[in-house]
Every structure is written in structure tokens, then in C-alpha cells.
């Protein structure tokens, strides 16, 4: 699936794995003589931040909040990625692969004919500097199927591939994407009332 409006572009590509970057070492040689000249660090990625509003959800049935009302609970663990900046093109191409902890509760679905039970949540990568422009967020809808007798799992969900325009004042470091679940307002009600107090 990809989304491209006004040079931001968000690809939920099909892969499960990040691309090894390529790294290239040049010298110089004159006269017989090597001049090794220090190397420039390259250019800082994006800062990604989880929101602490966002990074769980708790998913019931109905309209109950009660522990046994849970159908599931998800919440982000981390992250991995890679990013490339083109200086010239003032261009970031940045990939993330988001990690997610999923805990099923006493309310969960009941399980199909091979014993695995199939649960769905979806979260979000945001541009907060592109708002209010609607690409400047992404939601990603994230199935987790748990095998028999398996009630709690670690997930990683397919790459998702941002391509980030920079303004030339811009610098690709300053550049925030933001990572959340994607909540209802009782659910981010729930998270904030909930939130341990520290």
C-alpha cells in the first residue's frame, strides 16, 4: 500500500526484514603515497519517538473495562530502522520495522479448527511536521495469530518506508516521526487514567 501527497510518500512494503545498508571506502593515492582524510560522519536520522499515550491499548469487549472484559493487550516494545539523507536532494528515505508485545485476555476470541486464535490492532507513524496535511500520518492495520496454548507473543510487523522531504533550513536530525497505537477516545481516556503515576 502507498500514499504519496505533495513529495511525502509512506510505503507499507511487503518485507520483514531491513535491507543491509552498503558501505563504501574510497582512498586517495598520490605520488605512491596514501592520504587517508578523516570521513565526515554522515547526516543523523530522524528522531523517532513512542508516544506514552499511545504506546498501549487495552482492547475489551463491549463496553466493559473490567479484567475479564479483556480481549487483548498490545503495546509497542521498540523498534529497528535504517535511513538514508540526500544532502543535495534535501531527502531523507528512513525504513522502520515496529516491535509490539500482544497478551490476550480471558475475553479473547475463541480459537479456529487448528487451535489459533486471530486478533487485529492497528497503529500509527506520524510527521507531526507536515500536520495538519493528511500525510502527515499513516495508519497500519497489524493481524497477530497465537498458536495453541500460546496466550502472550512478540511481533514485528512488515517494514513500513517513509520518504521525507526537508526544508533546506531543515535538518534531517530535527525531524521527529512519531510512533503510537491507534486508539478510540475511550481507550486513550482509559490509558490516561490508568497511567502509573511516576
Known sequence: ??????????????????????????????????????KAPPPPCPTVKIDRDTAHVTQFRGTGEDITDTVMETEIIGYIGECVVDK???????????????????????????GERHQAFTYFVALPDFFPHP???????????????????????????????????VSSGDTRVYLGLQLTDDQLRFNRKNRPQY
Open 1 to 38: 500500500m502507498m500514499v504519496q501527497q505533495q513529495g511525502l510518500c509512506f510505503r507499507f512494503a511487503a518485507t520483514r526484514h531491513l535491507l543491509a545498508g552498503c558501505a563504501v571506502v574510497s582512498g586517495l593515492a598520490l605520488g605512491g603515497c596514501s592520504v587517508f582524510e578523516p
Open 88 to 114: 543535495d536532494a534535501h531527502v531523507v528515505d528512513m525504513t522502520l520495522a515496529v516491535s509490539f508485545l500482544a497478551k490476550l485476555g480471558p475475553a479473547a476470541a475463541a480459537a479456529d479448527e487448528k
Open 135 to 169: 500525510a502527515g500520518k499513516q495508519v497500519f492495520s497489524a493481524k497477530v495469530s497465537f498458536p495453541p496454548n500460546v496466550n502472550q507473543m512478540r511481533y514485528r510487523d512488515a517494514d513500513v518506508v517513509l520518504h521525507i522531504p526537508l526544508a533546506k533550513s
